[in-house]
């Protein structure tokens, strides 16, 4: 189902932050408009997600130095409860106010606000109540009860970010939001590995989380100030409602799918094994970390060009192109020196998990396509389609991840996620049912690329091993390095015409 929004009149007393960019043919989306947008939001955004995916990176670095696997299996389950409970306090409710064509008026932010504030108090206060017997479930002292309620009132908190965050994503203004995220960043993983270095244990988490939401709520409103209020108007908010609810639909079945490793891997198999799987899901999706800058700028600009095909199948395929120039030369370099990684970065303690990096890092292989293709099916209003494709997800790991598990234990999870990725065939099909767009011309070169170049690296680690800090990082240098000459070599025109837009969306 496709929705079509109507032009809104904004009522007498619009906040002018609401309005400030109205869609008239003044200010209309053109392709080039829009690449000069994303090339100029992905390199503000990228160079403070830097900054973000450091500190979680090296938050993630010290926690698992610091703590056992089991205490590191706690850590990965109490994100997952946030994670969990935050698809109804994230943008999925107000994900609609984001892609409609017409500007959303003040009335539309604040019924959405209204009605995702009685949801997400809620949720809150039933997890409060139900922190005792969430704790005794995980065998948690009275500290794991306070996680669980540290964690309610994070979600609560986080229920303020929400409208500022749409109105900054609606115009692609990430630049001003990547703040948000880079304080929020710091402020969890300072917190996290202080109060876990100076013995907290699990309560170090949930404290961390809550500074962390109270820091983007208050940052996020001084940033771009919007006039809340309580507006409950359920006629209003029911075109909005229409499309989030599929879309909330597939963000919480996606999470229930995720629940596999934290419930059902931490019940049968205790929290040791949920850190292994934690840690190599970890280490295995760090060549996507780069993709994190580009995933929020999907939605509103695939949006902006819902209603121009041909515009929008050739920005599909600058993006494909992106993400897996992006992607493959760090995800073979990760596969390539996996080994010495481990022993120097995170200690023998996690080589048992190494099996299951492997797996975990072929299905990944994946992801720098279904991701903005799943994006897609959302910003062209096929919403319907992508949850058809988080339900077939869901099944599909539970089916098979639930008996492999048990017969084979943690290694049943990575093949079960392997094969249930094998279903983005599928999506691609679907996609380009959708959009024209050419997707091999797009994906193959930069694997290519990337596999001769990482057949290099590991001749020269069989030559000279990487027994210290300075030969690693000399190795992933020299691979990015060679990889980045060759791209340049391939893709010469499209880099320079690359570098015009990003320089004239910086102006």
């Known amino acids: 189902m496709k929705l079509v929004n109507t032009p809104q009149t904004p009522p007498v007393g619009v906040a002018p932050s609401i309005q400030e960019e109205p869609e008239t043919g003044e200010t209309e989306w053109t392709s080039a408009r829009v690449t000069r947008h994303f090339a100029s939001s992905a390199l503000f955004l990228g160079v403070r997600q830097v900054f973000v995916q450091g500190f979680n990176l090296l938050g993630s670095l010290l926690l698992a130095r610091m703590l056992s696997p089991t205490e590191f299996g706690l850590y990965a389950v109490a994100i997952f409860w946030l994670s969990f409970l935050s698809t109804f306090g994230g943008t999925g409710f107000a994900a609609n106010l984001i892609r409609q064509h017409s500007e959303p008026t003040l009335a539309d932010y604040r019924s959405v606000f209204s009605i995702q504030l009685v949801i997400v108090l809620g949720l809150a206060a039933t997890l409060w109540v139900a922190a005792p017997p969430l704790a005794a479930m995980y065998r948690l002292s009275t500290d794991g009860v306070w ?32 703040r948000v995220e880079v304080a929020q960043a710091i402020t969890f993983n300072v917190t996290a590995v202080y109060l876990a270095w100076r013995g907290w244990g699990v309560l170090s988490f949930g404290i961390a989380m809550l500074l962390r939401a109270v820091v983007g709520a208050m940052l996020a409103n001084w940033i771009k100030p919007w006039a809340m209020r309580w507006h409950w108007d359920l006629e209003r908010a029911k075109p909005h409602l229409a499309f989030a609810l599929p879309f909330q639909g597939a963000q919480f079945i996606s999470v229930i799918k995720d629940s596999i490793s934290p419930i059902f891997i931490g019940l049968l198999l205790g929290a040791g094994a949920v850190g292994y799987v934690n840690w190599a899901g970890m280490v295995a999706a760090y060549s996507l970390l ?218």
Not at 147 to 156: K, Y
Not at 170 to 177: G, P
Not at 310 to 325: D, K, M, Y
């Open 147 to 178: 996680l669980f309620r540290l964690i309610a009132l994070s979600l609560f908190t986080t229920a303020f970010i929400v409208m500022p965050q749409v109105q900054l994503e609606r115009h692609l203004d990430f630049s001003k939001l990547a």
């Open 290 to 507: 780069a993709l994190m800058v580009l995933q929020r700028i999907y939605l509103p600009a695939f949006s902006r060009l819902q209603y121009q095909p041909s515009a929008l199948g050739a920005f599909v395929e600058r993006i494909l192109l992106i993400t897996n120039a992006t992607t493959a030369p760090l995800a073979v370099l990760t596969l390539v020196l996996i080994g010495p990684v481990t022993h120097l970065l995170f200690g023998d303690k996690w080589l048992p998990a190494l099996p299951l990096f492997y797996l975990l890092w072929a299905a990944n292989i994946f992801v720098p396509n279904a991701t903005p293709l799943y994006s897609l099916l959302n910003a062209t209003g096929h919403a319907r389609k992508a949850l058809g494709f988080s339900i077939l997800w869901m099944v599909g790991t539970w089916l098979l991840g639930a008996p492999l598990i048990m017969e084979f234990g943690t290694i049943g999870f990575a093949i079960a996620n392997l094969l249930v990725q094998l279903s983005n065939f599928w999506l691609y099909r679907v996609a380009k049912g959708i959009v024209k767009f050419r997707m091999l011309p797009a994906v193959v070169p930069a694997w290519m690329m990337a596999i001769a170049m990482g057949t290099g690296v590991f001749i020269l680690t069989k030559l000279w091993t990487p027994y210290d800090f300075t030969r690693l990082i000399m190795y992933f240098m020299l691979g990015l390095t060679t990889y980045s000459l060759m791209f340049y070599m391939f893709y010469k025109n499209k880099l320079l015409t690359a570098f015009v837009l990003i320089k004239r969306g910086a102006v």
